[in-house]
């Protein structure tokens, strides 16, 4: 007879560096989830599009989907074959990269690992967070705080209600909308994309 070994669920606490004030998510996976998993279920949680290369900075080692253009001297571990449980536990800290050009850099810390009751595998949701993640291709933590500059003027100037436009005429960086982080998980999971 076999046995399942119980699901564990972490919860992760994922924090933008190097912007004021914090933007910040707690995000409750299965630890069974791929690293890979992970990289989408932080794209959804935070608001990202998932529309340039990231890298997991784990233990001193980098995780990563391998590309055919990866410099051969670079060691990249495939985040596709490595589940989180196996490399993080609680009070761990770890790093996720996302736009190489942007360089926008997550610190997320594993605040609790604990046992989750049924066959509850594939389980994301987030529970809090606060604020707007930045717009797409804004430049990076720096150039994002200029934009956040440039739009909180008032009056608005030419180049405020530019970089506004740009951005979307509701774009709120206070906000963050929780129930639209967990209706792109869901969506993720009905469709079955992670």
Not at 17 to 45: C, F, M, N
Not at 141 to 157: T, V
Not at 173 to 190: E, G, I
Request: glycine share 6%; aromatic share 10%; proline share 4%.
């Amino acid at each position: 007879m076999s046995r399942k070994t119980a699901v564990k669920a972490y919860t992760l606490r994922i924090e933008l560096q190097d912007i004021e004030p914090l933007i910040w998510r707690r995000l409750l996976v299965d630890g069974d989830s791929t690293l890979s998993k992970l990289h989408h279920y932080i794209q959804a949680a935070m608001g990202w599009t998932d529309a340039h290369l990231h890298e997991f900075e784990i233990g001193g080692k980098t995780y990563a989907t391998p590309h055919p253009d990866d410099d051969p001297e670079r060691d990249v571990i495939d985040e596709r074959r490595v589940r989180l449980d196996r490399v993080a536990t609680t009070g761990d800290h770890f790093s996720y990269l996302y736009d190489f050009g942007d360089s926008w850099q997550h610190r997320v810390v594993v605040e609790r690992v604990e046992s989750l009751d049924g066959d509850q595998r594939g389980y994301a949701y987030v529970s809090a967070g606060e604020r707007a993640c930045p717009p797409e291709d804004v430049g990076g933590a720096a150039a994002y705080m200029d934009f956040m500059d440039q739009i909180s003027q008032r009056p608005l100037d030419e180049e405020g209600c530019r970089l506004l436009q740009w951005a979307g005429e509701d774009f709120d960086p206070v906000r963050f909308d929780r129930h639209a982080a967990n209706a792109a998980l869901l969506r993720m999971a009905w469709n079955r994309w992670v």
